[in-house]
């Protein structure tokens, strides 16, 4: 497979074609931006577009960009979250909770009759 792909490369493929080669080959995105890489056919960060852009994943390309943006909405809202909570955390709290114990820093209870 290799060779085939290194052939085409001396008789002027482009990128593209040489994706869709990796593609019928079995190859997954990594492995053909890698590939692209390391046969010198692209630098990494055009290698990665080539191949998302690519004919051969086109087909792939409108589910992958809505769960990249799931995704980040995700993490986005884990983030508002966890900023939340950090942030309620570290408010100081002296009044003992409902029905809770009260907070450590505030003052022990006055004992009766002492």
């Known amino acids: 497979m ?5 052939r085409g490369m001396l008789e ?4 593209d074609e ?10 997954h995105r990594v492995e053909s931006i890698r590939a692209l890489i390391e046969f010198g ?10 191949v998302h852009f690519s004919t051969a994943w086109s087909s792939t390309r409108e589910a992958n960009e809505d769960l990249h943006s799931r995704l980040e909405a995700a993490l ?14 570290a408010s100081p709290n002296t009044a003992a909770p409902s029905g809770g114990s009260p907070a450590p820093d505030s ?8």
């Not at 290799?2 to 290194?6: E, M, S």
């Not at 692209?42 to 080539?50: G, L, N, Y």
């Open 2 to 6: 290799l060779d085939a792909v290194r």
């Open 12 to 15: 002027g493929s482009s990128p």
């Open 18 to 27: 040489v994706v869709e080669e990796f593609r019928r080959n079995g190859f």
């Open 41 to 50: 056919l692209c630098e990494p960060h055009q290698a990665k577009r080539t």
């Open 76 to 89: 986005i809202e884990s983030s508002k979250q966890y900023e939340q909570h950090t942030a309620v955390s």
């Open 107 to 114: 003052p022990p209870p006055a004992r009766p009759g002492a």
